[in-house]
């Protein structure tokens, strides 16, 4: 019989539909719930690509003594930690707090006013490696309840002091200048694996965010150190397991320190932000490899993401049938030398062998592969090798797929439209600028309301119930704002507008600092706040980008001074750790620029036009951006006044409230910029 999660619209939540234990969506009624029966809650947070979260599913939430036990003594609630991710900070912040280290799935109990008082993590079914059972912690949380009351009431009080007592009060310090951006730079370089490529150690994620901010502190100093280590990580990761070399697209990060075995899920936002990164590596270098991964990742996205509605899904799976029946992690992208043989023959095996990195012993586990590219498997038959990578990749789409969820969410949409836009327009691809467009036309049509109010996800074109958090308004507003550069179609302009006002209005606090729910949002024991870039861009430095860059566009005092007011974290905090400020970093070498305000005019038909909004698309000045269009267009606030120049297309570049004299040619421009 089917539990209340059967009418929800998270993969997640429906993944869990059939479990024995009778769990709640989280909702005012389930802690009503509590209440009545005077219970605690046991809160499951996790999300459906999370490999840990199906293990856990699998050894207690279907085992029927286990959830006989949880419905007796707790009402449970799952959450989806990617459709509430306000839900999910909170108490991450309560387990980090607490134990000293958080992850997923994420176990806390709460008492019926939602205050936690006992965490975790994971639970095996059995005592094993030091840790309790799930049973067990059952059994200990069930007593302390019946027998500790007054003492469960005091650890949560105390918690809940504890995290009312953290606000963020960065900002208002002013804006980072060269010396923290030089900071940062020294910073990056002392925890740089030279070696490898990328920072720290295992496990390695790609930094997309701080790779963004290199390429721009190289743009605007000339720093060869900076564009060397965003050169030779784009190419490490590029070459390694963690890049998929048939079907591109990149896993969500290495469990080595060489990029060698990835866990395999597969995200949207770290595809999005990595296509852009490879681009815009593409635009300073001219690296074949960038415009290779580039455009490989923006067909991955379309192939594998795309949803029948135009949007873009969240995540695949790491796992997979591996066809005998058993779901194993990776079972869908490596191989074996015999696999290669059946289905290349001998001769041509051992060609793929050699050039992929696949050995008898094996890279990864029961003497199966990772593909790489490692150096050295440098120029063959270019025919021979496309053959092959053909012939594997059509014998990889005979096996059972990861499995993929489907939902949209709003924010890693938003950094998939500026992504496909952007890498559309600089490759000559207009059929990916044409599925940026379809992706931005459905969050305008579902996830916006009347009010430009935005809803967190959907499925199957379906509005979920979740408002939007301020990373959905910031990421949002920022891909609308690629698409009117790329396109010149100014209604993208005037929606971001409408997204950044609801930031000015609702998610400001005092002295430029920023929260990550509006001021009218579902109240939890705390309002999150984080400003920290992890696996994709803080709501704080996301939204500090959008208003910077529309502020550019538009001569809007009040977006520029809320831009230079959220600013102020990455003051402070840039110097200290640039590895987790990284688009925030970005954000501020684009301030330090200007950012640059290019304006071109002309017949849209004209090839003069076409050549200078070439070269404008072009430009590597950090944060720059573009207003294209006939001259005095009511489209983009940028045009105005800017007459043709002797009847010729012309480029004006302003900053820092100054202009450039007009140019009408490409060069010059391309030199300007």
Not at 313 to 330: C, I, N, Q
Not at 379 to 401: G, K, Q, T
Not at 563 to 569: D, N, Q, R, Y
Request: include cysteine; glycine fraction near 10%; proline fraction near 6%.
């Amino acid at each position: 019989m089917p539990n209340r999660l059967a009418h929800e619209t998270s993969p997640y939540l429906l993944q869990h539909a059939d479990n024995p234990v009778d769990w709640w969506p989280w909702s005012a009624e389930a802690f009503e719930e509590a209440r009545r029966r005077d219970v605690p809650v046991l809160l499951s947070v996790g999300y459906s690509s999370c490999h840990w979260c199906h293990v856990m599913a699998h050894e207690s939430f279907e085992d029927d003594a286990t959830a006989a036990l949880v419905n007796e003594h707790f009402v449970a609630v799952k959450v989806d930690r990617e459709e509430r991710p306000d839900v999910d900070a909170v108490y991450m912040e309560a387990v980090q707090a607490a134990t000293g280290q958080g992850g997923w799935p994420m176990t806390v109990f709460l008492t019926p006013d939602a205050a936690p008082f006992y965490f975790g993590t994971y639970f095996p079914p059995e005592p094993r490696h030091g840790m309790p059972s799930f049973p067990e912690v059952l059994e200990g949380v069930r007593d302390a309840w019946t027998g500790r009351r007054e003492e469960v009431g005091e650890v949560a009080d105390r918690i809940v002091k504890d995290l009312a007592g953290r606000s963020l009060a960065f900002g208002g310090d002013g804006v980072p200048g060269e010396e923290e951006l030089a900071q940062a730079l020294l910073g990056l370089t002392r925890e740089y694996d030279a070696t490898r490529g990328g920072f720290g150690g295992a496990p390695k994620f790609p930094p997309s965010m701080a790779l963004e901010f290199l390429l721009r502190h190289h743009a605007r100093t000339g720093s060869e150190g900076a564009l060397q280590m965003a050169t030779d990580t784009c190419e490490a990761m590029a070459r390694g397991g963690i890049y998929d070399q048939l079907g591109g697209g990149f896993a969500r990060y290495a469990v080595d320190r060489a990029w060698v075995v990835p866990h395999f899920e597969k995200m949207l936002y770290d595809n999005a932000l990595l296509c852009r990164v490879y681009a815009h590596l593409w635009k300073t270098t001219g690296s074949d490899l960038a415009r290779r991964v580039a455009l490989e990742t923006a067909d991955f996205l379309v192939r594998e993401l795309r949803t029948p509605e135009g949007g873009f899904a969240s995540a695949l799976d790491a796992d997979s049938d591996d066809g005998t029946g058993k779901h194993v992690e990776g079972a869908f992208y490596v191989w074996t030398p015999g696999q290669l043989a059946e289905v290349l023959g001998e001769e041509d095996a051992a060609l793929a062998a050699a050039r992929y990195g696949v050995t008898e012993d094996g890279t990864f586990e029961h003497g199966s592969s990772v593909l790489q590219l490692p150096q050295g498997a440098g120029p063959a038959d270019a025919e021979r090798i496309a053959s092959i990578a053909a012939r594997l990749l059509a014998a990889r789409e005979e096996r059972a797929r990861p499995g993929r969820d489907d939902k949209v969410v709003a924010a890693w949409n938003g950094l998939a439209i500026a992504a496909l836009a952007e890498t559309g327009a600089l490759f000559d691809r207009p059929d990916l600028v044409e599925r940026a467009t379809e992706a931005a036309d459905l969050l305008v049509r579902v996830h916006m309301d009347e009010q430009a109010r935005l809803t967190r996800t959907s499925k199957d074109g379906r509005a979920g119930t979740n408002a939007g958090v301020l990373e959905d308004y910031a990421d949002v507003a920022e891909g609308f704002l690629a698409l009117a550069a790329v396109t010149g179609e100014g209604a993208w302009l005037e929606f971001a507008g409408f997204l950044l006002d609801i930031v000015l209005d609702r998610f400001v606090a005092e002295g430029g600092a920023l929260y990550d729910t509006a001021h009218d949002a579902e109240a939890l024991i705390r309002r999150p706040q984080d400003p920290t870039d992890n696996a994709a861009p803080s709501g704080w430095t996301a939204a500090a980008g959008a208003l910077l860059s529309y502020a550019a566009q538009t001569g809007s005092e009040a977006h520029r001074a809320a831009a230079e007011g959220a600013l102020g974290v990455v003051k402070a905090l840039g110097p200290r750790a640039p590895r987790f400020i990284g688009w925030g970093l970005a954000v501020a070498e684009a301030l330090l620029d200007g950012p640059r305000e290019i304006a071109v005019v002309g017949a849209p038909g004209d090839e003069a036009f076409q050549e200078l909004r070439r070269a404008a698309l072009l430009a590597t000045a950090p944060g720059a951006v573009l207003a294209a269009g006939t001259p005095d267009s009511e489209e983009f606030p940028l045009l105005k006044d800017r007459p043709l120049v002797a009847g010729r297309p012309a480029a004006y570049v302003c900053r820092h409230f100054t202009c450039d004299a007009p140019v009408t040619d490409p060069a010059e421009l391309r030199r300007t910029l």
